[in-house]
């Protein structure tokens, strides 16, 4: 089964990084892609841009309404995502608590609905 592990965090923290916490940031990163990748399971993933930079879309009676910015605001917003293929939810759950927002922010794992 696939599952998209969504990660989330406070976007405030990375205003203004130093040149080395982007890197720290990037291996930490970079080592979970490495590892998922050995491991089989791992099928995709991105970062996203800030918040700032969305558009929330709505058709309210065939009228479109965009709002900039997310659907609401939270504490933690949606950084990024990785796509996993693993056979159970405690495997899931086993990688997604190696992404490194897991310690500060948070990870949902969803499972991807499957049509046939």
């Given amino acids: 089964m696939r599952y998209l592990l969504l990660i989330y965090?406070?976007?405030t923290l990375w205003t203004d990084p130093t040149p080395e916490q982007m890197a720290a940031?990037?291996?930490?990163?970079?080592a979970f892609s490495d590892a998922t990748t050995a491991e089989g399971i791992l099928r995709g993933g991105e970062a996203l841009q800030p918040t700032a930079t969305a558009t929330t879309v709505r058709v309210r009676d065939?009228?479109?309404?965009l709002t900039d910015g997310p659907f609401a605001e939270?504490?933690?917003?949606?950084?990024?995502?990785?796509?996993v293929e693993c056979d159970t939810l405690d495997e899931a759950v086993a990688a997604a608590r190696r992404i490194p927002e897991a310690a500060v922010?948070?990870?949902e794992v969803r499972p991807v609905m499957e049509f046939d």
């Fill in 62 to 65: 065939g009228e479109l309404m």
């Fill in 9 to 11: 965090g406070d976007e």
């Fill in 74 to 83: 939270t504490r933690e917003q949606l950084g990024g995502f990785y796509l």
């Fill in 105 to 107: 922010g948070c990870v």
């Fill in 25 to 30: 940031e990037m291996a930490a990163h970079q």
